[in-house]
């Protein structure tokens, strides 16, 4: 008998059988096509420390460099698969400044920011150059903030108790709806694309401010892959992992003092018509 999973709330078990079977696929056609990928961030902190995906994480992380990062993605959205699918810039209504391999079984409920067509996501994320001045590299990441203030504007439904000025946000978020996400996010992905991975010493994922001027790395540590165990099989980190890793994270081998993702605020569903032999 076919367990029917309509409307029903993923478990985090779920969610993480859904991201490694994305995971195969993309390591699978990286392989194929000779393209080299890094597993990063929080997910290159489960690989190195927990031989798997984080307990509590809900998404995973790979970065490559910015040539091998167009090819993937022309390559996924070519791809035919049963219920996996890549969002783009290229896609006119995408509202990220990165690209995203999705769970088209499932959708997501975010209590803050229309993300609601997204289901169970793999973060893909562009490595572009950055600047060698530390100061020049802070001038580029503040000017960044202020670009994605707007993005994050453009994207609001709901807003925090304890935000500050919300009557002048919701009147600016006005505007930046009619600029819309995809404009906003087109200008973050055009100005990191200027920095080219292949001339500059040092480089990162400039799409991005969650870690604003941490963001910085020699390429260096980039040069190549090792293999290191990651539940079911092997994956590659980059081979400077432990620099990478400390400029972000700081002791990234110490668990959180209170384990649980602080920064969750997406639930996962099962889209009406999924079943269990999905």
Known sequence: MI?????????IE???????????????????????YFLSGGTAIGAIREKGIIPWDDDMDIMLPREDY????????????????VYSLHDKTWNRPYSCYVDERTYGKHELVDYSHLGVTLDILPLDGLPKNSSDVKKYYKRLRVIYALYYSSLK??????????????????????????????QIDNRAKRLSFNVYEYVGCSVLIHFMEKEWFRKEWFKNQVFVPFEDAAYPVMNGFDEYLTALYGDYMKRPACEGNPDHHTSYFWKMGSDANN
Do not use: W
């Open 14 to 36: 779920e969610v993480h059988e859904s991201l490694k079977q994305m995971l195969r696929i993309i390591d699978s056609t990286c392989k194929e096509n000779g393209i080299i």
């Open 157 to 186: 439904v709901n807003y925090a108790p304890e935000e500050k000025m919300i009557f002048l946000k919701k009147i600016v978020s006005i505007f930046t709806k009619l600029i819309g996400a995809h404009r906003l996010c087109t």
């Open 70 to 85: 167009e090819k993937l993605i022309v390559l996924l959205e070519d791809k035919r698969e049963d219920y996996f699918k």
């Open 3 to 11: 367990e029917k999973r309509n409307g029903k709330e993923l478990s």
